[in-house]
């Protein structure tokens, strides 16, 4: 928790329990025991509450705090997430397609633009039900992480973001769905680019309308 979150909280806490401050609320213990306990309840309840989007800047996230967004019927997912070098991010991903997939990777655009051509290189593990298991690697135009297998539109899946500048990397693990089977697949995949900061998660997109609900948490 920030400073000025915390110290939100602590106003909260003491204007909730000012009935019980008496004429003397230095020496009351009641009244420091509600206080204590309000501070408490205020600050877990903080915690636990998603970081909401200004608007017009990326959230800084403390370690622990989380967003979540709600997305209708759309291709480009801007997560407004600032990031530096040497944290981590879990996000997590659940959601539904609406029209057929077109020949695209749904992908994590990072710094919310284009990178380098042939910058990023992964590893695919999936299982579906028209092909066997199979690994890939690729140093194609991703145009970012991708996100599940190409010609597929992202249901849910969980992964790991890594924001070191000279070592970008996303692990995870999805379900995928195209207009010919569904899979289930692991994901290895990594920027290349050693010397380009790393300053806002990105923004997700879709070969095809998507809606669902996006979860990104900081966990270091």
């Known amino acids: 928790m920030s400073a000025a979150s915390m110290w ?26 509600a206080v204590g306990q309000a501070m408490c309840t205020a600050i877990i309840s903080e915690q636990n509450s998603p970081v909401a989007w200004d608007g017009t800047n990326d959230r800084v996230l403390d370690v622990g705090q989380f967003t979540k967004d709600s997305f209708s019927a759309q291709t480009s997912m801007p997560l407004h997430i600032a990031c530096g070098d040497g944290q981590i991010y879990e ?53 970012g992480f991708t996100l599940g297998a190409g010609g597929s539109s992202l249901v849910s899946g ?24 569904a899979y289930l697949e692991m994901q290895a995949v990594e920027w ?6 790393y300053t806002s998660v990105g923004t997700i997109t879709m070969p095809n309308a998507w809606t669902g609900q996006v979860v990104c948490r900081r966990v270091a």
């Open 8 to 33: 939100t909280a602590m106003q909260a806490a003491i204007a909730a329990v000012t009935p019980y401050q008496g004429s003397d609320p230095v020496a009351s213990a009641a009244y420091r025991a």
């Open 91 to 143: 996000i997590d991903i659940a959601g539904s397609y609406t029209a057929a997939a077109a020949a695209a990777n749904p992908i994590l655009q990072p710094n919310n633009t284009v990178p380098a051509t042939n910058s990023f290189v992964y590893k695919l593990i999936y299982g579906g039900s028209v092909a066997a298991t199979a690994t890939y690697a690729s140093g194609a135009a991703l145009g």
């Open 158 to 181: 969980k992964f790991t973001l890594f924001t070191f500048t000279a070592n970008k990397k996303l692990l995870g693990q999805s379900s995928t769905a195209s207009s010919t089977a």
């Open 192 to 197: 290349t680019d050693t010397t380009t900061p």
